[in-house]
């Protein structure tokens, strides 16, 4: 009898953790919402916050030899720091697309 009684209360007690869980995620979501209204796609390709060509190949060179895309974008981009969450999740794919991009395009053949 007390058996039953305990894994009623862990089961209750887990899915009142469960729903507090899917209420953050959805809390999260409305912020970033609020946040960056274009979304993230519209904040990385603000002028004031895109890489130029120098630090993308910086970017790549350092992801070459094993840094994470955090260390990166810190590395590159020194308002990172202060910028919330949502701005660096936004940057962060934001970079990851434009070096994916940047790796898909052919060099152009040297002329000489």
């Not at 004031?48 to 810190?74: F, W």
Request: negative net charge; aromatic residues 10%; contains cysteine.
């Amino acid at each position: 009898m007390a058996i039953g009684f305990y894994c009623g209360v862990m089961y209750v007690t887990f899915l009142i953790w469960a729903v507090g869980q899917l209420r953050a995620i959805q809390e999260r979501e409305n912020e970033e919402k609020l946040l960056l209204p274009g979304g993230g796609a519209a904040f990385f390709a603000a002028a004031e916050n895109r890489p130029d060509e120098v630090a993308l190949a910086a970017a790549e060179t350092y992801l070459s030899v094993g840094e994470s895309l955090e260390t990166i974008c810190r590395f590159i981009e020194p308002r990172y720091a202060d910028w919330t969450p949502t701005e660096k999740q936004a940057y962060r794919q934001g970079l990851r697309a434009a070096l994916d991009e940047r790796r898909s395009i052919p060099p152009l053949p040297e002329q000489g």
